[in-house]
C-alpha cells in the first residue's frame, strides 16, 4: 500500500456551531494549506480546520541520507540561535499570528501562551546548545564525524553519532516544547515528524516558518515537517508508526498518547518517552520555627504550585507537610493565600471541571477528616489531608498532606515522580537517595522547580544521546 493511499478521516462533523481557526501544515520546506480536515481542540472543545497529510512528503526516503547529517555542529547552532532571535523579534508576523490563533484553542490566557513561546527561544542559546551537547555525548565529534576507537585487544573501529527518523509527539500543556524539540532535533541532524497536538497545532508551524523565511532551503527546514492528526487515528499510525520510515517516537503526553504509541512498538522501531509525571513538595518542620519561615515555605511551595498555571508536569500537585494537624493548617492557609495571588497576576480564573468540583465538594462535607480553603472558581484551592487524595489536582488546586515525617511521604513516591521541590535546603542530601531508589527523577530546593540546570537529565535519562542511531564500523585488529 502506498503512502498517498492513506488519508485521515474527519475528527468532528460538519456544521459545528464553533468558529473554524484554520492550522496550516508545514512539509519538508513547504508549507500546506487547506480546510479539509476538520477537528475539535482538547481542551475547549473549538474547532479548528488542517489540510490532508500528504504522507509521500511526511516521509523522508531511507535512500536518501538525512539532509542534515554533513552540516557541521557548529552551523545548526548558529542557525538556531538566528531562529531564537526572529522568534522574539515583535516584528514577526508567523508568531503573532500563530499566539492570536492558539488563544482561541488553548486554556492559558494569551499573555501566558505569549509568554512561553517567546520565553522558550531562550534556549536558542549559544552557549546553551554547546552545555546540551556536551552533556549528551562523551565525545560530540561524534555527531559530526566517524570517530576512531581502539579497544585493549588492538581491534580498530569508527563511531558515528548518526542523524535518526524521529516522529515527535507534542504535549498540549505546554507551547515552549515546541521550540525545544525543534532544536533538539537538529542537534542531532535527524530527519523529524512533530505530531502536534489538538491544543496548540500552530506554534511548530510558526518556528519552521520563521526559519524558512532565514532561509527556505537550509537543511534544517528541509529536515522538518509539522501536522496534527487525532492521537489514536490509524488511518494514519498504521501508515507512518512503521521502522521502514522512521527509528524512534519521542512521544509527550498523557497515558492515552502514550498508549496509542506502545503497540506500534517494535524490532528497529523504539519509544523515548517523556510520560505522564507528578511533581510533590516537601515541607520539613523547620518550616514552623517562626512566622518568616512559615511565610517564606509558603511563598516557595505557591511558586512551584503555580508553573504554567499548574498545567507543567513539574508543577507540585502534593505538598507533604511535616507537622501536626494545627500546624498543616496555618501553612495551608498561607499557601492559599499566596496561590490567589498568583493566580491574579496570571489572569487565569477557569472553573474546575464538573467531576473535580463534585469530588472537592464532597471533601467539604468531611470537616473531621480535610481542610478546605477556597473554592473551585478557578481562583486557587488548597486541600489538606492526612493522606493524597484520590484525584488529580490541577487548574491552581494542592493537595498539603499532613505526616509526622518526611519518611512516611516517602511511601508515596514511584516512578511517576518526577520533581521534587524540598525544604529545608540542608536535609536534601539525607532524601536524595531515598526518592531516587523510589523512582523520582529529580530533587531541588523548594520553589525552583521551574528552572533547571542546563544539560542535566531529563525524566531520568540523556534525551539526545537516545536520539541518535549509534552505528560502528568495524575495522579490525592492526593496519592493513
Known amino acids: 500500500m502506498s503512502v498517498t493511499d492513506i488519508?485521515?478521516?474527519?475528527a468532528d462533523p460538519a456544521g459545528s456551531a464553533n468558529p473554524v481557526v484554520a492550522a496550516p501544515f508545514f512539509l519538508r520546506g513547504e508549507l500546506s494549506e487547506g480546510r479539509d480536515v476538520t477537528h475539535r481542540s482538547r481542551d475547549l472543545g473549538v474547532t479548528f480546520a488542517t489540510p490532508r497529510i500528504a504522507m509521500d512528503k511526511a516521509v523522508h526516503p531511507r535512500t536518501e541520507v538525512p539532509p542534515l547529517l554533513n552540516v557541521p555542529l557548529k552551523e545548526?547552532?548558529?542557525f538556531l540561535v538566528e531562529t531564537g532571535e526572529r522568534i522574539r523579534d515583535p516584528r514577526n508576523t508567523f508568531v503573532q499570528d500563530c499566539i492570536d490563533r492558539?488563544?482561541?484553542?488553548h486554556v492559558l490566557p494569551r499573555a501566558v501562551l505569549e509568554g512561553q513561546v517567546k520565553g522558550a527561544a531562550a534556549y536558542l542559546d549559544k552557549r546553551l546548545l554547546e552545555t546540551v551537547v556536551e552533556q549528551n555525548f562523551p565525545d560530540p565529534r561524534a555527531l559530526d564525524e566517524w570517530v576512531p576507537k581502539q579497544d585493549f585487544t588492538g581491534r580498530k573501529s569508527y563511531i558515528r553519532a548518526f542523524a535518526p527518523r524521529l516522529i515527535h509527539v507534542l504535549p498540549g500543556n505546554s507551547?515552549?516544547?515546541?521550540?525545544?524539540?525543534?532544536?533538539?532535533?537538529?542537534?542531532?541532524?535527524?530527519?523529524?515528524?512533530?505530531?502536534?497536538?489538538?491544543?496548540?497545532?500552530?506554534?511548530?508551524v510558526a518556528v519552521l516558518r520563521t526559519m524558512a523565511d532565514i532561509d527556505p532551503g537550509h537543511p534544517i527546514v528541509r529536515s522538518m515537517s509539522a501536522v496534527y492528526w487525532r492521537g489514536g487515528d490509524d488511518t494514519v499510525e498504521q501508515v507512518l508508526y512503521r521502522p521502514q520510515y522512521f527509528d524512534k517516537i519521542v512521544a509527550w503526553g498523557g497515558g492515552d498518547a502514550i498508549n496509542n504509541v506502545i503497540k506500534y512498538l517494535g524490532p528497529g522501531f523504539q519509544l523515548v518517552s517523556f510520560d505522564p509525571k507528578t511533581s510533590i513538595s516537601m515541607v520539613g518542620r523547620e518550616a514552623f520555627a517562626s512566622a518568616q519561615a512559615l511565610?517564606?515555605?509558603?511563598?516557595?511551595?505557591?511558586?512551584?504550585?503555580?508553573?504554567?498555571?499548574?498545567?507543567?508536569?513539574?508543577?507540585?500537585?502534593?505538598?507533604f507537610v511535616e507537622a501536626d494537624q494545627a500546624d498543616a493548617d496555618r501553612f495551608s492557609e498561607r499557601l492559599h493565600a499566596r496561590i490567589v495571588e498568583k493566580a491574579a497576576a496570571s489572569g487565569d480564573a477557569r472553573p474546575l471541571d464538573a467531576e473535580l468540583r463534585e469530588q472537592i465538594d464532597v471533601l467539604t462535607m468531611l470537616d473531621d477528616e480535610f481542610g478546605v480553603w477556597g473554592k473551585t472558581d478557578g481562583h486557587g484551592l488548597v486541600i489538606r489531608s492526612d493522606e493524597p487524595v484520590d484525584f488529580h489536582p490541577i487548574n491552581k488546586t494542592a493537595n498539603v498532606v499532613r505526616v509526622d515525617s518526611l519518611d512516611e511521604a516517602m511511601r508515596y513516591v514511584n516512578v511517576a515522580t518526577q520533581t521534587v521541590g524540598f525544604y529545608p535546603f540542608d536535609r536534601m542530601a539525607d532524601y536524595r537517595d531515598r526518592l531516587a531508589s523510589g523512582g523520582a527523577q529529580r530533587i531541588v530546593r523548594l520553589g525552583e522547580a521551574g528552572p533547571s540546570t542546563i544539560g542535566n537529565p531529563h525524566d531520568a535519562m540523556y534525551p539526545l544521546h537516545r536520539f541518535v542511531h549509534w552505528m560502528a564500523h568495524e575495522d579490525g585488529v592492526g593496519s592493513q
Open 102 to 105: 492558539m488563544a482561541g484553542t
Open 76 to 78: 545548526i547552532i548558529d
Open 7 to 10: 488519508r485521515p478521516q474527519s
Open 175 to 204: 507551547p515552549g516544547v515546541a521550540v525545544k524539540s525543534i532544536a533538539q532535533g537538529a542537534l542531532v541532524k535527524a530527519v523529524n515528524l512533530f505530531k502536534m497536538s489538538s491544543s496548540d497545532p500552530f506554534t511548530t
Open 295 to 319: 511565610d517564606t515555605a509558603a511563598e516557595l511551595a505557591a511558586g512551584d504550585v503555580m508553573i504554567l498555571n499548574q498545567e507543567a508536569c513539574v508543577a507540585s500537585r502534593f505538598v
